[in-house]
């Protein structure tokens, strides 16, 4: 019985076109050791001769092999001195691969330089002209198949497979008549690493915010199948961060602190045959520059205060940043070099949210404040204007007073407007004086209210006084008039400590208001002419 695995083992030496490896030898059949008389062919395969040079060459034991100038090099009926280490040059030299000739009646036969992954089948073999039967298979010294096959198929090689094999088998001797028993020499079996396993690298190292992030998953092919296709696949903190495919490196353009955390990578072949797991790997991801702060000065902030809003950050070196301002989330100052936004006099509309957003001049690195509320403390309260008295008469003393609540002694100054234009202007007095109110008086009044500097300045809304008319039926509750004509003054009292008297009187006459002019009673009766002086009095 025969089995190839040339086949095989030639898919796994299959290299990615145009990719330069040095070449690989392999047996057909392939088996080693073999035995006197049989027959075997070794082929270099991989890279082709160098252009121009359609030659390959063989070596055993580093010695040419005279007129051997093929890609197959055949022993036809190998002899014990055809054993030794084997290599073939092309446009690179191959890995050595030995070749075993034995005479003894049974060999244990494996797979010359079994890799991981690959089919593993050993056979316990005798020359073609004897019968075997009742075989038995041995792993360093312990029975691991007695079923009598010639073969013990162990699957898909694994590193732990390797160990010391032999085998026994009943060889039917004629010349006795019988069948005698023969054990074949210990084979160590050798199953070699496809590949090594992984390894995660990083560079640079250390890693900084905002550095281009190269993790490598670091393998190395055996020599003898450097062209075998790997696949990787990348892990954070045990999440797949790039998917199997054929480059070995993961790259982060632009490193993040959420970048950090404990790295793993894997690789397999194709099929999944082999598949490693590097260890874990602690990547730390260095700040460039802590994230910003909000800082006000001063604290607390009054109108009319500078006010000054500071970004505040601490970079890592010389790291060159720049810096934007928001308030309410508006932008109030754009990216540029100063970590301050000023106010040079702080109004109430100036208070809000405020946040910073810092970054690189590249702007690779970028990173948000935490919003600050800003209260801006009133120096004094918007003005309410006011006028004393209420109704205001024709010859009435108005008074216009400017009323707001400063903060501690606060000096201000106020002025005041009718329909716009300025009566009074600004000064410590925040009364309006009118000493004789007349009907120009009329109009909208404003007034406005400032520090002596000028820098908080507030207006009140407008008061309207209107309709300042003349006394008389016009708004007096109770006036009379009093003419009155007598001849005898000699026994009159005053009625009033301050009266005028007029001897020219010659009527008498009680005027009082309260109906329409036309409706007002006038009398003159004898009584009245007792009467020796004429007043008016307001009641």
Not at 239 to 249: P, R
Not at 269 to 281: D, F, H, L
Not at 389 to 399: F, K, L, N, S, Y
Request: aromatic letters at 8%; a neutral charge.
């Amino acid at each position: 019985m025969s089995i190839s695995l040339s086949v095989i083992l030639l898919s796994l030496l299959m290299g990615k076109i145009g990719a330069a490896a040095r070449p690989v030898i392999s047996f057909s059949p392939n088996w080693t050791p073999i035995l006197t008389g049989d027959s075997v062919t070794l082929t270099c395969n991989g890279a082709p001769p160098a252009q121009g040079n359609e030659k390959y060459s063989w070596d055993r034991d580093n010695n040419p092999i005279p007129g051997e100038e093929q890609q197959n090099y055949t022993i036809q009926r190998a002899q014990r001195e055809h054993s030794g280490r084997y290599q073939c040059q092309t446009s690179e030299r191959s890995a050595a691969i030995n070749l075993t000739v034995s005479d003894d009646k049974v060999v244990l036969q494996a797979p010359p330089g079994v890799h991981e992954g690959e089919e593993l089948i050993l056979r316990c073999y005798t020359r073609p002209e004897y019968k075997a039967t009742n075989t038995v298979f041995y792993k360093n010294n312990s029975t691991i198949q007695s079923r009598g096959s010639d073969y013990l198929v162990l699957g898909r090689a694994q590193t732990h497979m390797s160990g010391s094999y032999r085998c026994t088998t009943e060889i039917y001797d004629k010349y006795v008549g019988y069948a005698v028993n023969y054990t074949s020499a210990d084979e160590h079996l050798s199953v070699t690493e496809l590949f090594s396993p992984p390894q995660i690298k990083v560079t640079p190292d250390p890693v900084t915010e905002g550095d281009h992030m190269t993790i490598t998953c670091d393998t190395e092919l055996s020599p003898h199948r450097e062209t075998t296709e790997l696949q990787f696949v990348f892990y954070r903190n045990g999440h797949n961060v790039q998917g199997f495919n054929l480059s070995k490196q993961y790259g982060v353009p632009s490193a993040q602190l959420e970048d950090s955390g404990k790295y793993t990578c894997e690789v397999q072949t194709p099929t999944g045959s082999v598949r490693k797991r590097s260890n874990m790997t602690q990547i730390q991801i260095q700040e460039l520059f802590s994230p910003p702060q909000i800082k006000v000065t001063p604290d607390p902030v009054t109108e009319g205060d500078h006010m000054t809003i500071t970004c505040d950050t601490n970079p890592r070196n010389t790291t060159e940043l720049q810096f934007a301002f928001y308030i309410n989330k508006t932008q109030v100052q754009g990216f540029d070099s100063s970590s301050y936004y000023t106010v040079s006099l702080a109004q109430m509309n100036n208070a809000g949210k405020y946040n910073c957003v810092v970054q690189t001049a590249s702007g690779s690195v970028n990173k948000n404040s935490s919003e600050t509320h800003i209260h801006i403390q009133e120096l004094f309260s918007p003005p309410q204007i006011k006028v004393t008295p209420d109704q205001v008469t024709e010859g009435d003393h108005m008074t216009i007073t400017c009323d707001t609540n400063p903060r501690n002694t606060t000096e201000l100054q106020f002025a005041f407007y009718i329909n716009g234009t300025v009566v009074q202007e600004f000064s410590s007095s925040h009364e309006y004086r009118v000493p004789s109110a007349a009907p120009k008086d009329s109009g909208k009044y404003t007034c406005e209210v400032q520090t002596t500097t000028g820098s908080v300045r507030k207006r009140s809304s407008e008061l309207n006084i209107s309709n300042i008319n003349k006394s008389g039926n016009n708004n007096l509750d109770n006036v009379i008039y009093a003419a009155v004509k007598g001849s005898d003054r000699r026994n009159t009292q005053a009625a009033y400590k301050q009266v005028q008297r007029e001897n020219s009187v010659v009527y008498a006459a009680l005027k009082t208001p309260g109906g329409n002019k036309n409706n007002q009673e006038l009398r003159t009766i004898p009584q009245d002419e007792n009467c020796v002086y004429a007043s008016v009095k307001k009641r």
